[in-house]
């Protein structure tokens, strides 16, 4: 069952107003969450702009005045400048011991424990965009300082947005961050190639946006709602000698498993890679 996140716990603030803290408010806001608990950071005033107006949250230009008198930290901003975020708002970690939450690929508890001072309660986490949707999933990772209700909130605020997977080795969360939260673009680039084939094979570009985002949404609904392994769904619809078979033969022959293999290793990574530039 879905937790609400209980008013004890707000406010709740975004240190960084992009793609992903803006699916994550927006998934919060539309299941409910109390808007007015929400502050937001963000130096780009026109990025400040659109989330007042679209969510009715609270923004502001200066992390130090969002953080006061707040229980929930969620560090959005890019990984490369993580570190000096933190170490800015580290007197006040120490001061309110907050729990902090890191949407931010490739930066381990540790780092952002040391960067906030020491003792910093942490939970990495990797949703994903589809969350604007209430169809993210994430994976979470807790350090040691966080209690079963620090536990709790977390899952609380990523449950507003989707599916939640905790993680209990952080070595894991780049391959989490490979698998799901580059994901969605793994798929968007499947569709475009679909489409751009379908153009190819004559069809009016309308009609092949229409079909290839169908087909993309009814597989994926079968994937989730059948209980069936992909690989059973897979041998369902591929008649042998037919036309699908055909075109499964051509992936397999062109080493689809092995390159996505080897793009799913790359990203996981370049998580490592960003571990390491950032420290």
Known sequence: MTQTIAPSDAPIVFIGGGNMARSLIGGLVARGGDAASVRVVDPNPDTREALARDFGVATYADAADAVAGAGTWVLATKPQVMRSVCESLADQARASRPLVMSVAAGITSDQLDRWLGGNAAVVRTMPNTPALLGAGVTGLYANARVDEAGRARAQALLESAGTTVWIDDEARMDAVTAVSGSGPAYVFLLAEAMEDAAVAQGLPAADARTLVLQTVLGAARMLVESGQAPAELRRQVTSPGGTTHAAVETFE??????????????????GGELSAAND
């Open 253 to 270: 022959a062109g080493g689809l498993r092995v390159l996505v293999a080897e793009a799913i290793d790359n990203a996981a990574r370049r």
